[in-house]
């Protein structure tokens, strides 16, 4: 894969994974609206509303043995149920497992608050063994509800593994990614 262009690091996220802003790239406004359209095509392919607001899109790179994250969900506090927000990962390298997701049905896991005590009942759910990945390829996409437990999985490739990273939700909330950040 070619080199991407040297873009800003914004920050290390959970499991050493390095995150790049994509919005100091100037050449990547000439990307973006095709890659939008994209992604909310495969949105409305499968049925969901679409959210109105989209979050600029980030590229994420594990080096190899790094990329191991905690279970964690894509929504903060307090926003948990207020607003669907839908995650979507373009993996583009080769050599890679998919974020892990769970095994059961996700109807076994609502209604929940993201907060400690509404958790602990369902902490048997969130073991490792009960969550999946398949190898992912360039091009592969995984799109999810923020609503959905999931982790990233350790790098075992001889390479970075790179995907990018992309939000949609209803309203221009905070990410994740701030309690993340370690």
């Not at 979507?88 to 005590?117: C, H, K, M, S």
């Not at 969550?131 to 075992?156: C, E, K, L, W, Y």
């Amino acid at each position: 894969m070619a080199a991407w262009p040297r873009t800003r690091l914004t920050k290390i996220i959970a499991g050493d994974v390095r995150q790049f802003d994509l919005a100091t790239w100037t050449d990547f406004d000439k990307l973006k609206p095709d890659l939008d359209a994209l992604f909310r095509s495969l949105l409305d392919q499968l049925g969901v509303e679409r959210p109105a607001a989209h979050a600029a899109p980030k590229l994420l790179a594990a080096p190899p043995g790094r990329g191991l994250q905690a279970v964690h969900f894509d929504a903060l506090k307090g926003l948990w149920l207020k607003a669907e927000k839908i995650t979507v990962v373009l993996y583009l390298t080769d050599g890679a497992q998919t974020t892990a997701v769970p095994r059961w049905p996700f109807a076994a896991f609502q209604p929940i608050e993201n907060d400690q005590p509404s958790l602990q009942s369902f902490a048997h759910l969130l073991s490792r063994e009960n969550f999946h990945t398949v190898a992912a390829h360039p091009g592969d996409i995984m799109i999810f509800s923020q609503r959905v437990p999931h982790f990233g999985t350790q790098n075992p490739a001889d390479h970075d593994r790179q995907a990018l990273f992309s939000m949609y939700s209803p309203h221009p909330e905070p990410s994740q990614d701030a309690e993340q950040v370690r």
